[in-house]
């Protein structure tokens, strides 16, 4: 059973599993400025690259591949330094299995008590 978290507390994905803060990924409708747009998954991302919170907006295209959760619902995104340990060692319920959305990123998508949630592994260079 997990430990009742106190408010002043660090979620148990930071203080114990050693995951980071990345994004927060908003959806949206609305085209916002300077948007980059992925093929693979029909959708436009914008605002992180200038956020200094790390927000991202998304807007989706009717037809994405995307899991429609992802398309509704905001979702927090923590980078972890083993994508694959994360996922094979924890009880974590993959909605979307790991994936290359650009060259040296993988991510994967969970899903916990109704809300998405991203990780994100980067190529570390040797």
């Known amino acids: 059973m ?3 978290r106190q408010e002043h507390e660090l979620p ?5 599993w050693g995951w980071k803060y990345h994004h927060l990924g908003i ?3 609305e085209k916002m400025p300077d948007e980059k747009y992925l093929a693979q998954f029909k959708f436009f991302h914008s605002g992180f690259p200038t956020s200094p919170f790390g927000v991202e907006w998304m807007r989706f295209e009717k037809d994405s591949p995307i899991h429609p959760l992802i398309q509704k619902v905001p979702h927090l995104a923590f ?3 083993d994508l694959d340990h994360e996922l094979g060692t924890r009880n974590l319920k993959v909605i979307t299995p790991p994936n290359p959305p650009a ?3 993988r991510v994967a998508m969970i899903e916990h008590n109704g809300a998405p ?3 994100i592994e980067f190529e570390k260079n040797k």
């Open 103 to 105: 060259e040296g990123i």
């Open 79 to 81: 980078e972890v330094e």
């Open 12 to 16: 148990q994905a930071i203080v114990e």
């Open 27 to 29: 959806p949206t409708n």
């Open 117 to 119: 949630i991203e990780l």
């Open 2 to 4: 997990n430990k009742i």
